[in-house]
């Protein structure tokens, strides 16, 4: 979304590919027992729109839609395809600004963003608006990795060296990698008086798991946005890279290997 902060992942297809595993299932469930047909949700930073089209199932009949918004016109364009080949309807897709939404007050039943906090300057700023457009007896919910609390086995050494790039990056981008850990904080410093918590995890454990996985960030570490942030801001080469890229590879061989990433909730209102 726009902001004083740079999206650090980018738009490769490493990166896209990973957002487009995701489904209301597997990153929204928190948010499910929340949703019936007829509610209004906005979707804020849905990507390619895997997550929106499901909510939008969830909500769909009586009149029930979900406005999916992202900054980067060309994901909105294969999130559109995407959920036309699917046959999802009660959905529209619209640029748009995390921290200045374009909507009027109390326009929607439910907003909802996943992975979209821990990449603005201000997260604060972004609750408020979420709060402004969201009804009375509305909810805000969010969902965020905490970077510092994935964990991960066999200790392959390069990982360690991943994870410490990474949060050194995320950060001069603007960002907090660490965001799971701060929704609550942060949804109290935007003015929400009922708050609860939650965390669940992604495990990644499978031989089939542990190649997708390692090889998106193989990828990634060598070829998106990322990977020119890191050198471009001098916290890493190109050879640095490789060498982490390579031990992404190594423990996605692992028949041991098992990663973990625990990821932050919050569902939000008053």
């Known amino acids: 979304m726009a902001n004083d902060a740079t999206y650090t992942h980018g738009h490769h297809d490493s990166v896209l590919r990973s957002h487009r595993w995701r489904t209301a299932e597997n990153s929204a469930g928190y948010l499910l027992p929340e949703l019936r047909p007829g509610r209004r949700l906005l979707d804020v930073g849905c990507g390619p729109g895997t997550i929106s089209a499901d909510l939008a199932d969830r909500v769909a009949g009586d009149g029930g839609e979900v406005v999916a918004l992202d900054a980067e016109p060309g994901v909105l364009d294969q999130a559109r395809a995407a959920a036309q080949r699917r046959g999802t309807a009660n959905i529209r897709f619209a640029t748009g600004d995390a921290l200045a ?27 408020r608006e979420m709060r402004r457009v969201t009804r009375p007896g509305g909810v ?93 801001g001098g916290y890493a080469t190109r ?28 569902l939000c209102r008053g």
């Open 101 to 127: 939404l374009e909507f009027p007050d109390d326009g929607f039943d439910v907003v909802h963003a996943h992975q979209v906090l821990q990449h603005l300057a201000d997260p604060v700023t972004a609750l």
């Open 140 to 232: 805000v919910a969010v969902r965020d990795a905490d970077y510092a609390a994935m964990t991960w086995y066999p200790r392959v050494p390069g990982l360690e060296e991943w994870l410490t790039l990474y949060r050194k990056v995320a950060r001069a981008n603007g960002g907090e990698p660490d965001a799971g850990r701060r929704l609550l904080s942060w949804a109290r410093r935007a003015g929400f008086t009922d708050v609860r918590s939650s965390a669940t995890v992604w495990t990644f454990a499978t031989e089939a798991e542990r190649s997708w996985w390692s090889g998106l960030w193989a990828e990634r570490t060598v070829a998106s946005a990322y990977a020119d942030r890191a050198v471009e």
């Open 239 to 266: 050879a640095g890279l490789e060498r982490i890229a390579q031990s992404w590879r190594e423990w996605g061989r692992a028949a041991d290997g098992w990663f973990a990433v625990l990821n932050g909730e919050a």
